[in-house]
Structures are given as structure tokens and as C-alpha cells.
């Protein structure tokens, strides 16, 4: 391996280190409803979240994979398949960032907003996730499975996390009082 080709692995991890935290707070704040309630479910406990998408992903991954191999029209719903499993992964991947921003910010004891949380858990993942070897083959896929579980027990909703246990609250937002309406029904005159 020459100069070149180390400079160009640097490079990439570099900005994949970049990117992974800008993707994982637009994720949590497109979908903040969901991502509230997948991190609550795996504030919880990871253990059913792994197993459940452990299932999911090879269950969805390995016909994807046989789609692809066959060709033609199979090939683009294989691709579409792969596709779905990514975004399910990367959402896993900013629920867990977010849970580990959580844990962080009350190591302070310090109430941090969803952003903050998502900030703070991301830089510390991707990190973690760029560590040679631990991080690779041990945290990235870790997290990936338990983060893409969560997120898939939420989505499926009363089947998956209501059968295994109880079903997190939604989260609700505090909304702003609302000045009271009067109507005359009458002339003052």
C-alpha cells in the first residue's frame, strides 16, 4: 500500500467521521417523533431490540441478497430492499447516537435538548465507530443491529412491542396556552 492509497483511507474516514454526526441529527429531527420512541424503547433494555433486528435483517437481507445475484427486474426490488435496510440501519444508528448523548449529558446532571444529546452521542460514536478493529467489527455492528431493532419495534408498533413488553408513551410536547375566544351574539347598542 503506497502514500497514495493511505492518504485516500484517511480521507475517507475522515469525512465519513464528518458526515455520520450531520446525519445522524437531520435523521433524529426529520423523524423526531420516532426517534424519541425507538431511543425510549432502548433506553429500556437492547437485548430484545437486537434480537429483533437481528431477525429483520436476515430475514430481509438474505432474499435481497438472492434478488440481487439473479439480475433484471429482480435485481432493482433486491436494490430497494438493500435500500429500506440501510435507512432502517442509519436511523438505528442516530437512535443509539442519541441514547448515548442522553447518558453522557446526565453524567453531568444536566437536562440537554434532543439536539445537544444527538450532538454530543454522535461525535462520541463515530469516534468510537473509527477505532480500528473494536470499533469495526464490534461497536459498528452492535449498534447497527440493536439501533435498526428498536427503530422496527416501533414501526411495527402493537406487534413487536407490545407482545414482548410494555409499549413506550408517546411523546408529547407542551403547547402553548391559547388566549380565550369571545363571541357577542348581540348588538351592544
Do not use: H
Not at 67 to 81: D, E, K
Not at 94 to 101: N, P, Q, S, Y
Not at 164 to 174: D, G, M, N, Q, R
Amino acid at each position: 500500500m503506497g502514500i497514495g492509497d493511505t492518504l485516500l483511507l484517511t480521507s475517507c474516514l475522515a469525512g465519513f467521521m464528518l458526515a455520520m454526526p450531520a446525519l445522524f441529527i437531520f435523521l433524529n429531527l426529520a423523524l423526531l417523533g420516532t426517534s424519541d420512541r425507538a431511543t425510549a424503547r432502548l433506553n429500556r433494555g437492547g437485548c430484545i431490540p437486537f434480537f429483533a433486528g437481528l431477525a429483520a435483517i436476515l430475514a430481509c437481507g438474505i432474499p435481497a441478497a438472492v434478488l440481487v445475484s439473479i439480475g433484471s427486474f429482480a435485481q432493482a426490488i433486491g436494490s430497494i430492499v438493500f435500500l429500506t435496510l440501510l435507512f432502517f440501519g442509519f436511523m438505528g444508528l442516530a437512535v443509539v447516537a442519541r441514547l448515548v448523548g442522553q447518558r453522557l449529558v446526565a453524567m453531568y446532571e444536566a437536562e440537554g435538548s434532543p439536539l445537544v444529546q444527538t450532538i454530543a452521542g454522535s461525535i462520541i460514536l463515530s469516534f468510537s465507530i473509527a477505532f480500528p478493529l473494536l470499533g469495526w467489527f464490534i461497536i459498528l455492528p452492535f449498534s447497527l443491529v440493536t439501533g435498526f431493532g428498536a427503530v422496527l419495534l416501533v414501526f411495527v408498533g402493537g406487534i413487536g412491542a407490545n407482545f414482548f413488553s410494555k409499549a413506550p408513551k408517546p411523546v408529547t410536547y407542551p403547547q402553548q396556552p391559547q388566549a380565550p375566544v369571545y363571541e357577542s351574539y348581540g348588538s351592544t347598542d
